[in-house]
């Protein structure tokens, strides 16, 4: 079941519980960063985190499920939610620079990501070094599901993101390098830009 409401200015609650997971998350697109995140699984936690802080966006998220199988359900349930909340929270989408795009390096991993709040889901994933997707991070977090997480939240959220590792060696620089360069993207993305009057689009929707 899922139950997902939208609040004043563009913020948005979801509460969604399967037989495999149970969520909470609520955002602030027009915050500062500000997050209390406890997915249950500690490495997600510090990508979310640091996913919030990066966007400005204020989220709240809480998450239990069956880790005792795989890490996999509630990541991706938690992704799903947040993609849920932020098309909700984006409403009709007046005013937005609607596209936004970012290079961020940590240490030596980079990662360039471009974003379209286009209302047509759309992901391009690529770079990775070879195995990356096999690493175990933080003894929970499988490398193969950053890709994942970014497919849910792209799919729900109804947005166009690329996503290009440049270089990296270290796995948990590979991952956090492009959630912060997803961050810095959407932030740019969602901002109001003064110049724009209406929708952003030729047809008028997105």
């Avoid at 936004?100 to 471009?114: C, F, H, M, R, Y």
């Avoid at 970014?150 to 947005?159: G, K, N, R, S, V």
Wanted: charge should be negative; aromatic fraction near 4%.
């Amino acid at each position: 079941m899922t139950e997902i409401t939208p609040g004043q200015g563009r913020t948005a609650r979801l509460e969604r519980a399967t037989s495999e997971s149970s969520v909470m998350v609520e955002i602030n697109l027009d915050g500062t960063g500000v997050s209390t995140i406890d997915t249950s699984v500690p490495f997600y936690d510090h990508m979310l985190t640091a996913l919030s802080k990066h966007s400005l966006i204020d989220m709240n998220i809480k998450a239990t499920g069956d880790t005792h199988i795989d890490a996999h359900h509630t990541v991706e349930d938690v992704a799903i939610s947040i993609g849920e909340v932020l098309k909700v929270a984006l409403g009709n989408k007046a005013g937005i620079r609607r596209f936004g795009e970012a290079t961020i390096p940590l240490d030596e991993a980079l990662a360039n990501a471009v974003v379209d709040v286009s209302g047509r889901p759309y992901l391009v994933h690529g770079g990775e070094p070879a195995g990356q997707e096999y690493h175990l991070i933080g003894g929970h977090f499988t490398g193969s599901l950053t890709r994942h997480v970014f497919e849910a939240i792209t799919l729900h959220a109804q947005i166009c993101l690329h996503m290009t590792v440049i270089a990296g060696r270290d796995p948990h620089h590979i991952v956090e390098a492009q959630f912060k360069a997803f961050a810095r993207a959407l932030r740019s993305a969602i901002e109001a830009d003064p110049r724009v009057t209406g929708i952003p689009s030729t047809k008028g929707l997105l």
